[in-house]
């Protein structure tokens, strides 16, 4: 049968955005301190390749809670910040979380093909986690190009990489096969999803089946995209960007998140104890080092879980 079509991947997006906006920074452990700070520094220094520059306008694509973009605004990497997302409930934490911080933020509920901004307004258009969410690429990255001045920058972090997700799915399905052991040893109890009718099958809305609206039913069905180094060449060169690197972060942090993850799925959230996510966390964090040492300048920027991108418009 056919895949789900633009607007039903649109629907899937902000229905399961929406719901995980509320304890979205707490789950993934989003910090807006000294430590979130030089975490998205570092990966937009990656994908530039050297230390970034100052930009005096910025738009975040698929902002979510505002991880990167308030981060590079708290770090001065970015002076007047403005976020898109096509989830209310994420520009909503996002914005709460800005009054917080003191930082003044444009917001925009909208598709990134779609973008209501006027031509050549930002000099950086960035994003983490976004591209592989969105449907029509080449109409996204001709937006970005629109609005975007001449010799701004887009940079992109955080999106999966075709062949790391297929080495990515060694941990995850090992990881669900010691779920029970491992729901036993933490005591918690199993995730209840729904009755069998809802439960989401292997493959999702390709055989007909249809969310309902849990969160974790609605997962499996907004990752829309996987790339290959070659293929984010591809697209930004047809946009027109010029200089356009690639590069690939995370491998073996990689594995181990996601086989954390995938344990952590089967439990009831309530349940899972503070000490196994602080190991979760701080074991992630120190194989982030060894792979940001050892491996990323030595292996193909292919095999790793996340590429990031760059590129510039024509001056």
Not at 15 to 44: N, T
Not at 106 to 133: K, Q, Y
Request: hydrophobic fraction near 40%; glycine fraction near 10%; aromatic fraction near 8%.
């Amino acid at each position: 049968m056919a895949g789900p079509s633009a607007d039903q991947i649109k629907d899937f997006n902000v229905r399961y955005h929406d719901l995980a906006a509320i304890g979205y920074d707490e789950k993934w452990g989003i910090d807006f301190g000294a430590r979130g700070r030089a975490q998205v520094r570092a990966k937009v220094a990656k994908a530039l390749g050297a230390p970034p520059p100052r930009y005096e306008r910025a738009l975040e694509i698929g902002a979510g809670t505002g991880y990167f973009g308030l981060n590079l605004a708290l770090d001065g990497t970015v002076a007047r910040p403005a976020a898109s997302d096509i989830s209310q409930g994420m520009l909503d934490t996002l914005s709460a979380s800005a009054r917080v911080l003191d930082i003044e933020v444009e917001t925009a509920c909208c598709e990134a093909a779609e973008l209501p901004f006027g031509d050549a307004s930002f000099d950086l258009v960035f994003g983490h986690a976004v591209l592989h969410h969105l449907p029509d690429l080449d109409s996204a990255f001709a937006e970005f190009m629109r609005v975007l001045a001449p010799g701004g920058t887009i940079v992109f972090c955080g999106e999966p990489s075709r062949h790391g997700d297929r080495l990515a799915q060694l941990p995850k399905r090992a990881a669900l096969s010691a779920a029970p052991l491992w729901r036993t040893l933490m005591r918690a109890g199993e995730r209840k999803n729904g009755d069998a009718e809802h439960a989401p099958s292997a493959n999702g809305a390709r055989n007909g089946h249809r969310p309902s609206g849990d969160e974790h039913e609605l997962e499996p069905f907004v990752d829309v995209h996987a790339f290959t180094p070659h293929g984010l060449e591809t697209l930004s060169a047809r946009a027109g960007f010029e200089s356009v690197r690639v590069g690939g972060e995370e491998l073996l942090a990689g594995w181990f998140g996601w086989a954390n993850r995938s344990l952590e799925s089967t439990a009831d959230p309530d349940d899972v104890p503070y000490l196994w996510r602080q190991y979760a966390y701080r074991g992630y964090v120190a194989l982030q080092a060894v792979d940001r040492a050892l491996l990323e300048p030595r292996l193909p920027a292919a095999i790793f879980y996340d590429l990031l991108l760059s590129a510039r418009a024509p001056d």
